[in-house]
Nanobody, 121 residues
């Protein structure tokens, strides 16, 4: 089992940038597919990005493609989400996820506690 702790959320103006971090303990991130989901107030949790275990293959939601970038530092057992050109509709609690195969499997994911990102217009 892997434990995940997110950080880096906050308040930013539209057009700005933030970098979220997800520190993993218990198992190294290199053994997992890692990714991010987000949940806006009153909405369901939605997929943001999936970084596969091998090959560095990534899958992004269309809504963030070209603006968000996921990366992994195996030595630090940390995954990052660089968010640029932020929009008010990006406002949400962002959750880090880990899965032995793909985070898009959802139900078998390990989850962090979430970090709030607020984008003001």
């Amino acid at each position: 089992q892997v434990q995940l702790v997110e950080s880096g959320g906050g308040l930013v103006q539209a057009g700005g940038s933030l970098r979220l971090s997800c520190a993993a303990s218990g198992r190294t991130v290199s053994a997992y597919a890692m990714g991010w989901f987000r949940q806006a107030p009153g909405k369901e949790r939605e997929f943001v990005v999936d970084l596969m275990c091998s090959g560095g293959i990534t899958y992004y939601a269309d809504s963030v493609k070209g603006r968000f970038t996921i990366s992994r530092d195996n030595a630090k057992s940390t995954v990052y989400l660089q968010m640029n050109s932020l929009k008010p509709e990006d406002t949400a609690v962002y959750y880090c996820a880990a899965n032995p195969v793909t985070v898009r499997a959802r139900s078998s994911n390990s989850w962090g506690q979430g970090t709030l990102v607020t984008v003001s217009s």
